[in-house]
Nanobody, 118 residues
Framework: QVQLVESGGGLVQAGGSLRLSCGASGTLFNIFSRNRMGWYRQAPGKQRELVATVTTAGSTNYADSVMGRFTISRDNGKNTVYLQMNSLKPEDTAVYYC?????????WGQGTQVTVSS
């Protein structure tokens, strides 16, 4: 199995910054040398949506809405993925979920709340 532990959410004013972290562990994660880690978010009344992903090789993908404001990175030695969020907007308010894709299965963290006040 895979365990994902997230941290770094909170309340911030518009224009501010937050950094999310997600550490992965578990026997399955250790077996897979290649994987994709990422962040998704879900706002109240909306579907969960992609924020950003990064592969083991460092290839990244971003949602258009966060391009240029958010940066995803990972430390393969620590099995950890980060999301640096700058210039936050009220519309970024959501529960942010860490994700690991070990093809063909997705694993999810418990979620961390990010609230951006105007």
């Amino acid at each position: 199995q895979v365990q994902l532990v997230e941290s770094g959410g909170g309340l911030v004013q518009a224009g501010g910054s937050l950094r999310l972290s997600c550490g992965a562990s578990g026997t399955l994660f250790n077996i897979f040398s290649r994987n994709r880690m990422g962040w998704y978010r879900q706002a109240p009344g909306k579907q969960r949506e992609l924020v950003a992903t990064v592969t083991t090789a460092g290839s990244t993908n971003y949602a258009d809405s966060v391009m240029g404001r958010f940066t995803i990175s990972r430390d393969n030695g620590k099995n950890t993925v980060y999301l640096q969020m700058n210039s936050l907007k009220p519309e970024d308010t959501a529960v942010y979920y860490c994700n690991v894709n070990l093809y063909p299965t997705d694993y999810w963290g418990q979620g961390t709340q990010v609230t951006v006040s105007s």
